[in-house]
């Protein structure tokens, strides 16, 4: 194998390429729009195109595509080769600057919310220069943003970047006032680790659930779950070890900075996480490594589960999205500092982000909401669906002390008078780690913990990017119009722990008393897709949106719209996999079954006529019982789902909540209850000991 460090972006059409292979000025003017955003000219891009054109096919690649995020939540491509006839009747090879720029694949069947309705119903796809061009299957793959012809967002990419400025632009101001005269540019870092499932493909492939849905509908726990908490950081297995090692090397030839890989909790489940990124980078290399692990799963025997929940009975997996902000000059504003300044610095960013989640609690919750997360949040496993801080006692203990301008005095160590410029030394690594808060500081960064394995990191990061925005704008206008800066900032940082100091806590996110606890403080307890969404399109957060021109209304209603019939339309493929397997699958299963055992004592009782046929009596008549009900609850189901066909999204929605996933639930439990009384070899598909154990 090549050196890593050789291997390491070799696919990726980046910083050291660009400089080797692009006239300077050229190279020049790349930079300029990488770093500060300027537009390319046409002329400029050309010279581009053609330098990638020649570096892709060097290496291999025939084709091209505009690489992008629709609201599917997962990436689309269409692939164009770069052939072009000449008058001899021959092929050449060429990519121009406006076939790098700019694309239109017909887009019409890709969601838009309404959005295409009114406006025209294609759509064209724009270069994303701050995100390097790489290649992908010889297909040569450009980041681009994906938009209606009226301009309105149609991906997870254009908003990203949109909150991405916004903050860029709130914060600057708020540096300048701290005298960061140096400062030109504020990105938001991203590291998200992503969760896991891989199991054997030839079990996958009979089990129609995991192949519709990603999840299992049905499945008897199997005798050993992960109470004894033996696969967690245990040894990999080879198997498991050559996926990974695959894996590897296919992210880094990518650029993406895989590091650290290990055991999860349940059976079967495993972590990725990469060093951190910009917030836009982080999210193409996440689409990226979520893709690149379904395809080499493929390649030794296995499939790579990205559901939120793929078994019921052990943990479901998530996506830990560590964030913070730093600037182009090196500083990470979420660092506490070394000088009285950088003391204050910190705790303005940091009173800005304990503001932004406690008035956008709702947005947050909202970013991570869907139909498969719904398994996850508050279930004993995940944060609950309560959102909150963790800033641990020491930084909570300064807060108090702060705000109510008393000595501070740390464990152990000398009283001390703090103010706003004046903080104590507090070791990072000791602050305490509390793995059930769903949004938790861990010593330079916030950890948000909420997201699920699946979906893109994109809208988790435009929330928390935009209402931290808003935050600092509101402190930034405060503080410019302010005569003494410094008695300014000391009111305002006691004004914002004492009004939203009711999100900190530090106890135990999985206590029942919690629950209680958040209600008296008036937090949201939003436990449901359904009962979260409708937050999408407040009055308070439409012009959260507009402010930062993230969202116009309209797009933000596109988006509510898209997010309810997602989980609609998964709900009743659901509802659909379950009717079929329960008809077609169990139900056969368990009669022939229950024949063979009910022949089998017919025939002892021929041999031998006083023979007791107790055990087969007593089978038959469970299976007998079960599968009643089981048939009894497939009629209600069907029921339900007819009942279903004439309502709107909104009212759909609250349905399967209350009504279709119940009865979801129960003809499940009467399945697994068949299956710890149905022999082995009648079982019609592999058990969940085989799906969490064989490889
Ligand atoms: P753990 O949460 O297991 O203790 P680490 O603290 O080492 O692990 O980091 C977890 C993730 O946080 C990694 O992906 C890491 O790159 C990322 N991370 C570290 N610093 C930052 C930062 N400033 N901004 C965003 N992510 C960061
Ligand atoms: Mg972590």
């Not at 394995?453 to 209402?467: G, V, W």
């Not at 935050?471 to 305002?492: M, N």
């Not at 009962?531 to 933000?556: C, I, M, R, W």
């Not at 898209?562 to 329960?582: P, Q, S």
Request: charged share 25%.
């Amino acid at each position: 194998m090549a050196q890593i460090s050789e291997l390491f972006g070799s696919m990726v059409f980046g910083d050291s390429v660009m400089k080797e292979r692009l006239p300077k000025d050229t190279y020049k003017a790349m930079q300029k729009t990488i770093k500060e955003g300027k537009p390319l000219d046409i002329s400029v891009a050309n010279v581009v195109a053609n330098a990638m054109k020649d570096w892709a096919t060097e290496k291999g690649a025939t084709h091209y595509t505009h690489w992008f995020q629709p609201m599917t939540g997962i990436t689309a491509e269409k692939h164009d080769s770069f052939i072009s006839p000449t008058k001899e009747g021959g092929v050449i090879m060429e990519f121009s600057g406006k076939e790098l720029v700019k694309g239109e694949p017909d887009a019409s069947s890709f969601p838009s919310g309404g959005l295409r309705a009114t406006f025209e119903a294609r759509g064209y796809t724009a270069w994303d220069p701050t995100s390097y061009a790489f290649i992908k299957d010889k297909c040569l793959c450009i980041p681009t943003a994906f938009c209606a012809y009226g301009g309105e967002a149609l991906d997870k990419k254009t908003p990203l970047l949109r909150s991405m400025e916004a903050i860029n632009k709130q914060a600057l101001r708020v540096l300048k006032l701290f005298g960061n005269s140096n400062v030109t540019s504020v990105k938001t870092t991203v590291g998200p680790e992503q969760e896991y499932f891989l199991i054997d493909r030839a079990l996958y492939e009979k089990r129609k659930d995991l192949i519709f849905t990603g999840r299992t509908l049905f499945g008897a726990m199997a005798p050993k779950g992960q109470e004894l908490e033996d696969h967690y950081f245990g040894t990999i297995k080879p198997r498991v070890q050559a996926f990974m090692n695959e894996l590897n090397v296919e992210l880094w030839k990518l650029g993406i900075l895989a590091k650290t890989e290990h055991n999860e909790v349940s059976p079967a489940q495993h972590e990725l996480a990469p060093i951190f990124a910009t917030t836009n980078i982080a999210t193409d290399h996440n689409q990226l490594t979520m893709e690149i692990m379904q395809k080499t799963a493929k390649k030794h025997g296995l499939v790579c589960l990205l559901h939120e929940k793929p078994f019921e009975g052990v943990n479901g997996s998530g996506k830990h999205n560590n964030w913070s902000i730093s600037t182009d000059t090196g500083i990470n504003l979420l660092e506490p500092g070394d000088t009285p300044y950088e003391n204050a610095q910190f705790l303005i960013f940091l009173c800005a982000v304990i503001k932004a989640v406690d008035e956008y609690q709702d947005l947050l919750r909202i970013s991570v909401a869907s139909a498969g997360n719904d398994h996850r949040l508050g279930a004993n496993e995940a944060p609950p669906a309560i959102v909150s801080i963790f800033l641990g006692d020491e930084l909570e203990g300064i807060l108090n002390a702060i705000e109510s301008g008393k000595d501070y005095k740390s464990k152990g160590k000398v009283q001390m008078k703090i103010g706003v410029d004046v903080l104590p030394k507090f070791p990072k690594d000791a602050t305490d780690r509390n793995r059930t808060s769903p949004f938790a500081f861990t010593g330079n960064k916030f950890e948000f913990r909420m997201l699920g394995s699946a979906a893109s990191i994109s809208c988790a990061n435009i929330i928390l990017n935009t209402a931290v925005a808003e935050e600092l704008r509101q402190f930034a206008d405060e503080l410019e119009s302010a005569t003494d800066f410094r008695i300014a900032l000391d009111s305002l940082i006691k004004r914002v722990i004492k009004e939203h100091k009711r999100i900190i806590f530090n106890g135990n996110g999985y206590d029942e008393e919690w629950i209680a606890e958040a209600e008296r403080r008036d937090l949201l307890n939003l436990k449901t897709t359904p009962d979260a969404l409708p937050y999408y399109v407040s009055e308070k957060n439409l012009k959260l949106f507009s402010t930062h021109g993230v969202f116009t209304p309209n797009e933000a209603r596109a988006r509510y719209e898209i997010a309810l019939e997602n989980y609609c339309k998964v709900i009743n493929i659901e509802a659909l996999t379950m009717l079929d397997i329960a008809s077609k699958d169990i139900l056969p299963a368990v009669t022939a079954y229950s024949k063979e055992l009910s022949s089998a004592a017919i025939a002892k009782k021929q041999l031998i006529a006083d023979a007791d046929c107790g055990y087969e009596k007593s089978i038959v008549s469970k299976i007998a019982a079960l599968s009643g009900k089981l048939y009894d609850e497939t009629g209600v189901l069907k029921g339900l789902i007819a009942t279903a066909k004439d309502m709107g999204y909104e009212e759909l929605s609250r349905f399967c909540k209350d009504s279709i996933i119940p009865t979801m639930e129960k003809i499940r439990s009467y399945g697994d209850e068949l299956e710890t009384i149905t022999a082995k070899e009648y079982w019609p598909m592999p058990s969940y000991g085989e799906l969490l154990f064989s490889v």
